[in-house]
């Protein structure tokens, strides 16, 4: 079967907010006496109040002969407890098993060697606890009254976690689903690539996770890690809610005494630096209408350094909210629904970046742009007025953040952990309020580098290549694909063994699904399908009948959503929730038309359909003939067929990317039974329920009324 394009017909969820009108009637009976009304001139902006003056919040701390950490900060308002463990190691480089630091964290929520996974479950589940674990520690809450049950679980849990092969391979499965679906997100896309071109792969920062190395990750490693890493001697608890500190003390001292102090491993990497000059990358995404920009380098910058907070104040200006790049980009220009930037401390290595999503048309415009707002940073006194309002800005989120006491207990955290001077938080305040435009200009002209960035576009490369030239100073722009590997694109379909033909490739694909014979006997097939969308499950279902009669409905539940047949000559489409009942004339009609045949690769010509091979291309570290099919209309599609199996994995049209993998046979015939097409920004994964062929389906059920 060739392709499965569905488009879903999901309602628009408009907010609509409430706008509470409150009169004020005053009672006047002496207006002789009335004070003379102010006059308010809305022409100019009022100016920012003072910055709050605002107390940091309490907190105790000890530590257990083991080296564990503690502190505790009370708040009886509610009758509840959390827990924060945090691990503090340096960072890890996984090498050919990425993933596997990630996998061990996981794997400590599925048992212990007293507790099975479910018999944790429960343990959990009965006294109404939250509690999740990461490769960094753990996160836990319970009220009151199951306090010491709690502790008693997560003891278990970091002194005596188990893991098992069967839990793990779960993990591993639901990893390679997650970066699947990855691979049609161009925010993900940017997030992985940036990350190699800012630190490198060679740095634990920097090393991508691929189906590759997530498939090299052994259970082994996982309890190595665990074994290696969980010490108390670099642990910090943070214990916050209605507790006393004896009552912590004696509680941590009961369950954590015997958990073992050991050495840990410290690790150097090389300091990654920034460019010398600008360095243009590209992630080809052939059929996206928008560009994802990512504008990054490495920044030696530490928490709690001198230059921190100046810094935040720094690219707050720049873009650390609606600011700068934001009224630039959107308000200005128009080109986005928002720009913003980061400017992030690390103990290691600290990072800047800035990103946009904008339409291929204004990629290099928007470059031109975040590069300006950033030169402009460098080079002119931020106003007073302005300063004052960001500054005043960042000191109300502070003060806000202080109403939740799990702040308290971070800042004592990160005061140990950074070795902080004790009074830091405490002067936070005061330190913000004394920045000074000088103190922005002198950041900016050490932290923000225009002329030293990488900049990475998730698009289009057809169209926004040539546009981004400009930005390399003479040098070649750097492609690379999903892996984060680069490639020459001149090299990247190469040419197909001598006597391969398209014809060829397609009778292959032919062969390895049944056999012309076969097919030319499916009179009818009816294909059921699902999808989960925020955990929302939705049914497809799909029905086709010689020779391109079909139907095909939408559902959740008893809603249905979407409805399209075409019965050869006609389509019609309804959507309920849309308010849709349309008939279907031009594109839509013909994409409908080219959709409901069934095997046209028994016969392309007959439906005025060409195919052209354009070489061999690498897909996920496989190779595959890439063909061009191009329809009367004038549209195309790219079709990838495995050079080994001679199977479609993959079709790139108008509508997006569809992978094809998990081939079944059904009735002698394989058809995919794992389908995954984008969906918008995301992926939509599909995954076939029933097929049934040749079940005397109807004429009528596709009548176009």
């Not at 090299?491 to 033909?501: D, H, L």
Request: proline share 5%.
């Amino acid at each position: 079967m060739k392709k499965i394009i569905i488009s879903l017909a999901l309602s628009v969820l408009i907010a609509i907010p409430v706008i509470a009108q409150v009169k004020q009637t005053t009672k006047n009976t002496d207006k002789k006496n009335l004070a003379p009304k102010e006059i308010l001139d809305r022409s100019i902006r009022p100016l920012p109040g003072p910055a709050p003056t605002v107390l940091v919040g309490n907190y105790d701390s000890f530590e257990l002969p083991n080296g564990l950490k503690v502190f505790v900060v009370e708040n009886h308002k509610i009758p509840r407890v959390s827990y924060t463990l945090t691990l503090d190691y340096d960072p890890i480089l996984e090498g050919d098993k990425a993933g596997y630091v990630n996998s061990a964290g996981q794997l400590l929520r599925t048992g212990t060697t007293t507790r099975t996974k479910d018999q944790l479950d429960e343990a959990i589940d009965f006294i109404g606890a939250n509690l999740q674990t990461s490769p960094e520690g753990l996160n836990a809450s319970v009220l009151k009254k199951h306090n010491e049950e709690l502790i008693s679980i997560m003891s278990d849990i970091v002194l005596n976690a188990s893991f098992k092969q069967e839990e793990l391979d779960k993990i591993i499965k639901q990893t390679l689903s997650g970066l699947e679906a990855e691979k049609n997100d161009p925010e993900a896309i940017s997030t992985k690539i940036s990350k190699i071109l800012v630190y490198g792969k060679d740095h634990p920062y920097g090393e991508p996770m691929t189906e590759k190395t997530v498939n090299s990750v052994t259970l082994e490693q996982c309890t190595n890690f665990y074994k290696t890493y969980f010490k108390p001697n670099i642990a910090y608890l943070a214990i916050v809610g209605d507790i006393t500190t004896d009552e912590a003390k004696a509680l941590t001292e009961k369950y954590f005494s015997a958990w073992s102090r050991g050495d840990v491993p410290k690790a150097i990497y090389k300091t990654p630096q920034f460019p010398h000059m600008p360095v243009v990358a590209i992630m080809d995404r052939p059929n996206a209408v928008q560009t994802t920009l990512a504008i990054g380098y490495p920044v030696e910058l530490r928490p709690g350094s001198e230059n921190a907070i100046k810094a935040k104040v720094t690219n707050t200006i720049l873009g650390g909210g609606t600011f700068r790049l934001f009224n630039n980009l959107r308000e200005k220009h128009a080109y986005t629904y928002g720009a913003y930037s980061q400017l992030t401390p690390d103990k290691v290595i600290g990072r800047f970046g800035a990103s946009a999503e904008v339409a291929n048309a204004v990629t290099d415009s928007s470059v031109v742009q975040i590069l300006y707002e950033m030169n402009r940073l460098r080079s002119e006194m931020v106003p007073l007025e302005e300063l004052t309002l960001i500054k005043n800005y960042l000191s109300g989120n502070f003060s806000l953040a202080l109403e939740n006491p799990q702040t308290v207990a971070n800042f004592a955290i990160n005061t140990a952990r950074y070795n902080l001077p004790k009074d830091y938080y405490a002067n936070y305040l005061k330190n913000l309020a004394s920045v000074t435009s000088d103190d922005v200009l002198a950041m900016a002209k050490q932290y923000i580098r225009p002329d030293n960035c990488y900049i990475l576009a998730v698009g289009k490369a057809e169209d926004i290549a040539s546009k981004l030239k400009q930005f390399t100073k003479g040098a070649k722009i750097q492609y690379y694909d999903i892996d984060g590997n680069t490639y020459n694109p001149e090299n990247k379909v190469k040419p197909a063994p001598a006597g391969v033909t398209a014809e060829s490739v397609i009778s292959n694909y032919v062969t390895a699904i049944g056999g012309a014979k076969k097919l030319a006997k499916v009179k009818d097939v009816a294909m059921h399908l699902n999808s989960n969308m925020q955990n929302m499950t939705i049914n497809i279902d799909i029905y086709q009948k010689a020779p391109n009669k079909m139907l095909m409905e939408v559902s959740m539940g008893e809603t249905k959503l979407q409805k399209q047949v075409f019965d050869g000559t006609r389509g019609r489409s309804v959507s309920p929730m849309q308010g849709e009942d349309k008939e279907l004339e031009g594109k839509e009609l013909d994409d409908l038309k080219y959709q409901a045949i069934m095997f046209p690769e028994l016969d392309y010509a007959s439906y005025g359909m060409k195919i052209e091979l354009l070489g061999v291309e690498d897909l996920n570290g496989k190779s595959a003939y890439k063909v061009l099919v191009t329809y009367p209309n004038g549209m195309t599609d790219n079709d990838y067929f495995d050079i080994v199996s001679g199977l479609r994995v993959r079709s790139i049209g108008e509508g997006g990317t569809k992978d094809f993998s998990d081939y079944k046979a059904v009735d002698g015939i394989l058809f995919p039974h794992t389908m995954t097409q984008e969906m918008g920004p995301g992926t939509m994964k599909l995954t076939v329920a029933t097929i049934t062929l040749n079940g005397k389906i109807k004429d009528d059920m596709f009548l176009v009324k």
